[in-house]
Structure formats: C-alpha cells, structure tokens
Nanobody, 124 residues
Framework: QVQLVESGGGLVQPGGSLRLSCAASGATFYAVGWFRQAPGKEREGVGCISSDKITKYVDSVKGRFTLSRDNAKNTIDLQMNSLNPEDTAVYYC????????????????????WGQGTQVTVSS
C-alpha cells in the first residue's frame, strides 16, 4: 500500500522560496506527480518525476520549480523559487505506476494514491 504525506508548506513573500517534501512509503517504483488547487479553482498539474528521475513541468512553473527524489529515503521534493501570489494553493503529491520507469505525465487520472495536501500562501 502506498502512503503519501506532504510537508513544508507555509507563508512566503512574493519572490521567495519554499521546499515541499512528499514522504512516499511503498512508492519506490512509482512516478510521483505534484498538483495544486487554488481557492475557487480546479486542481491543476505542476510537474512529475518518474521512478528513474525524469522530470516534466507545466509551463507556468518551468524554470522556477524543481523536482527531485531520493529513492533510498522514499522522499520527493519540490523546490519552488520566485514564488508569486498566483502560486498560492494547496499542493498535493500523488503516485502512480508506469511500466516505463522513465515515464510520467502530469495527468490526474494516472495517479492512484494521493496525499492530504499542504497549504502554500504567497503574500506580502
């Protein structure tokens, strides 16, 4: 059974940085995606990292967000830089299995297991 727990959210000023972490027990061979949901909006994708550490990002976060994972520790980190108020949301990590260990997609339907979310607020 895969279990996911996010941490690291909080309040940050515009232009600042935060590092979110996802503790993913039982997910060593799974891809992990990050998604976010802003108040009053649909949940949207942020990026994903395959079990072989291949990463993908949506355009709005490219160059600002970086995914990494430590398979020995079963942790997946999302480093977020140059944050702006539009990044305010609840951030979720999710895991899903791909037969190709280099593949992942930022598509909610591909992910079976979800964490509870962590709040990120970007405000001065």
């Amino acid at each position: 059974q895969v279990q996911l727990v996010e941490s690291g959210g909080g309040l940050v000023q515009p232009g600042g940085s935060l590092r979110l972490s996802c503790a993913a027990s039982g997910a060593t061979f799974y891809a992990v995606g990050w998604f976010r949901q802003a108040p009053g909006k649909e949940r949207e994708g942020v990026g994903c990292i395959s079990s072989d550490k291949i990463t993908k990002y949506v355009d709005s976060v490219k160059g600002r967000f970086t995914l990494s994972r430590d398979n020995a520790k079963n942790t997946i980190d999302l480093q977020m830089n140059s944050l702006n108020p539009e990044d305010t949301a609840v951030y979720y990590c999710a895991s899903g299995y791909y037969t190709d260990s280099q593949r992942c997609a930022v598509v909610e339907a591909d992910y079976n297991y979800w964490g509870q979310g962590t709040q990120v607020t970007v405000s001065s």
